[in-house]
């Protein structure tokens, strides 16, 4: 029983350290909001990271690169301007990708609709 107890504890204990080793990051706002489809958006997102590893690390927009930090402190808002919704990457001097996440467009103005010009339906 006593064993039984060891191995648990030890059990939470080594899950509790691998959890807390894991890189995370967020990133405020991650939509941007335009007028109508195909306009261009301009957003300032904010990033906060945990756990990163001590090494230089790069923000990349659509494989292009933003800016570099030492563990990722991004202190300053970054301004970017998108057309469509973009992949934001954070990744290493290897070029391995840490942590990824999408940036989202929601548009104001709906998609305008092309009218039928004949009913979906037909006598013949």
């Known amino acids: 029983m006593a064993l039984r107890a060891i191995v648990i504890i030890a059990g939470i204990f080594f899950c509790s350290n691998i959890s807390a080793q894991t890189p995370a990051w967020t990133i405020q706002p991650n939509i941007c909001v335009a007028q109508r489809v195909g306009d ?3 957003m300032s997102f904010s ?6 590893p001590s090494e230089q690390l ?14 990722a402190y991004f202190h300053k808002k970054t301004s970017i301007l998108i057309k469509k919704n973009s992949l934001i ?13 999408k940036l989202l467009i929601k548009y104001l103005e709906p998609h305008e609709q092309r009218r039928r010009i004949r009913p979906p339906w037909s006598l013949f």
């Open 89 to 101: 990457e954070l990744k290493n001097k290897a070029q391995k990708t840490i942590l990824s996440k």
């Open 58 to 71: 790069c923000l990349y927009l659509d494989g292009h690169l933003l800016n570099c930090s030492q563990k």
């Open 40 to 42: 261009e958006c301009q």
């Open 47 to 52: 990033i906060e990271t945990q756990n990163m």
